[in-house]
């Protein structure tokens, strides 16, 4: 199971861009990377999947470089309501997957 | 969102209690899961289903007990539980594919368990 490392925390402020990123070394052939968010007392909720390159959606970014071994999860202009733990996984089947202990990002009026 | 459904949301047991907590999915996913969240901690995987049968079990003690009668529905009994195991209970589901992107999970909304 491939193994991933993100940033404890982090501030922003309402309006900013925020760049989350996650590393994960040992990344396999056929695992894809995956982002959920999660709010206090409710369960993850998928944001975005990539394989490589960049992939963008109603709600984020994420952008992967050649080597695949970390992915940065871009969220344009935030708001109060996207505090929230994000949460950076890697693997080919959802249960193969682990949840880490996440990015807690705080965005500040 | 009411893909995947838990029933109760919120749960006070006795340590000589037996209660069961139920997660029923309507998203026609193949794959079922629980979850255990503590206070402060990462999410823990505590069962997989795939296909209905168990394929994971990760050293989760037997006072623990699945079951999954259909690829629909996903049951934890509970019985002499400890006050350490008071947490958030997540189910989760996915549907497992082959092809050009992975499966992802669709969450619950928990049970809130607390052992007296």
């Known amino acids: 199971l491939a193994k991933t490392t993100q940033p404890i925390s982090m501030d922003s402020y309402e309006g900013q861009e925020v760049n989350i990123t996650c590393s994960h070394n040992?990344?396999?052939?056929?695992?894809?990377i995956t982002w959920y968010q999660q709010f206090p007392s409710q369960g993850p909720r998928f944001i975005i999947q990539?394989?490589?390159t960049k992939v963008t959606n109603e709600v984020a970014s994420l952008f992967i470089p050649a080597d695949r071994k970390s992915s940065t999860l871009s969220l344009p202009r935030v708001s109060l309501s996207d505090t929230a733990v994000y949460y950076c996984?890697?693997?080919?089947?959802?249960?193969?997957?682990?949840f880490g202990a996440g990015t807690r990002l705080t965005v500040k009026p | 969102e009411t893909g995947v459904t838990q029933t109760p949301r919120h749960l006070v047991m006795g340590m000589t209690n037996k209660k069961s907590l139920k997660c029923e999915q309507h998203?026609?996913?193949?794959?079922m899961y629980w979850y255990k969240q503590s206070a402060k901690k990462p999410l823990e995987l505590m069962f997989v289903y795939n296909f209905k049968e168990q394929t994971e079990n990760n050293s989760v003690p037997s006072r623990f007990s699945p079951e999954c009668p259909n690829s629909s529905h996903l049951f934890l009994h509970l019985h002499t539980l400890q006050p350490e195991d008071s947490a958030l209970y997540l189910c989760?589901?996915?549907?497992?594919?082959?092809?050009?992107?992975?499966?992802?999970?669709?969450f619950g909304p928990g049970t809130r368990l607390t052992v007296l």
């Open positions: 996984l890697v693997g080919d089947r959802s249960y193969d997957m682990r």
């Open positions: 990539g394989y490589k």
């Open positions: 989760a589901s996915s549907q497992t594919r082959e092809g050009d992107s992975t499966d992802t999970q669709y």
């Open positions: 040992n990344i396999a052939t056929n695992d894809y």
């Open positions: 998203l026609g996913h193949n794959a």
